[in-house]
């Protein structure tokens, strides 16, 4: 007898739920914002127990809020198995002034937590109170539904209802209306003052750290006559550590440098603009060896900084330790307003 009285019970649980999908789609109910129309997708509006309920994005969005549905958990939060359970929210929030010098917006907000059936709002440096919700969320076909009056108070606006008409017809404020308005302009201004002194004192030392930065750059420039020597040195310099004979400077190979060097200014790699390979550069220049190789660099402010960054390089630094080179030549390109600015050729000959 329990067992059948458990089944009825089941069925009459199952029927209920069955009779629901029919009650929502009946109800007809228009939603207006500002006298505009919103547009529901698969799922409208509902009267539920007398509440009219409604998807929160369709109509946050029409008003002028961005909405998003996140999941964390707080220090109330129910704990499992010793691990503190995730809730559901709706964030919904409105940016009322940006301030692009300091990266920052300024904005009200409202946090509707599901299973605590609660909303909290509040604007950058005020919070409220959080309170109960007048009616208990759904969600239906993958929507969230809140009750059409919670909604107005959380996002600012008045609401009327239409009984006859079905209607319901939001209103939105200014925000120069919305609760605790005053603060929130006290609040920028001391943002920006505590925040502003210390950007001042930050773009100062960026401001002297670039001026810095000019002088080396300017030293480095007068000295660029040399770079081209210095990197031969550093080559020889690591063949040296590896056991290798030092390589002789070709004039030659120079000239073809000196051209692959514009040219990389303008097209970036061992190809050439013209679509040959980079080793028709030293053909061109009159060399008549073989077993070319070549390295470039773009970028790299000194001949120690391009060299270590090649040695770094497996690619490269093989070519510089190769053992059947005799020949360099080396070139340094700086070029104001290209991709690199900096531009270093070497190219290895036997």
Do not use: C
């Not at 200014?265 to 603009?273: A, L, N, Y």
């Amino acid at each position: 007898m329990k067992k059948k009285r458990m089944v009825t019970a089941l069925l009459t649980t199952a029927m209920v739920f069955g009779a629901v999908p029919t009650a929502f789609a009946a109800d007809n109910i228009t939603v207006t914002v500002d006298g505009q129309k919103v547009s529901f997708g698969d799922q409208q509006p509902v009267n539920i127990n007398g509440r009219v309920m409604v998807p929160v994005r369709a109509v946050a969005e029409k008003m002028g809020w961005d909405v998003s549905f996140e999941k964390y958990s707080t220090n109330d939060s129910p704990v499992v198995n010793g691990r503190f359970q995730e809730y559901n929210h709706v964030s919904l929030n409105k940016t009322v002034k940006e301030d692009k010098d300091l990266d920052r917006k300024y904005l009200y907000f409202t946090t509707i937590t599901i299973e605590k059936k609660t909303i909290i709002s509040g604007s950058s440096g005020y919070l409220e109170e959080e309170k109960a919700l007048v009616a208990d969320p759904v969600v239906k076909n993958g929507r969230t539904l809140l009750g059409i009056r919670d909604l107005a108070n959380g996002l600012n606006a008045d609401v009327q209802w239409d009984g006859a008409r079905k209607e319901v017809k939001l209103t939105t404020k200014p925000v120069e209306q919305y609760p605790n308005y005053d603060k929130l302009l006290k609040y920028i201004e001391e943002y920006r003052k505590a925040v502003g002194d210390q950007t001042d004192n930050q773009k100062e030392q960026q401001k002297e750290q670039q001026q810095e930065q000019q002088k080396q750059e300017e030293a480095a420039v007068t000295d660029e006559s040399s770079y081209a020597d210095e990197v031969i040195r550093l080559v020889n310099k690591e063949r040296e550590k590896a056991g290798l004979s030092s390589l002789e400077a070709n004039k030659e190979l120079t000239s073809a440098a000196e051209v692959r060097a514009k040219e990389i200014s303008k097209v970036f790699g061992h190809t050439r603009p013209d679509g040959n390979s980079f080793n028709t550069a030293a053909k061109e220049a009159g060399f008549d060896g073989d077993y070319i190789g070549e390295n470039i660099a773009g970028g790299r402010m000194t001949p120690a900084d391009v060299v270590e960054g090649w040695m770094n390089s497996e690619g490269h630094w093989k070519n510089i330790l190769r053992p059947e080179y005799n020949y360099i030549g080396v070139a340094y390109l700086h070029k104001s307003n290209s991709e690199y600015g900096r531009y270093w050729i070497q190219i290895f000959a036997r």
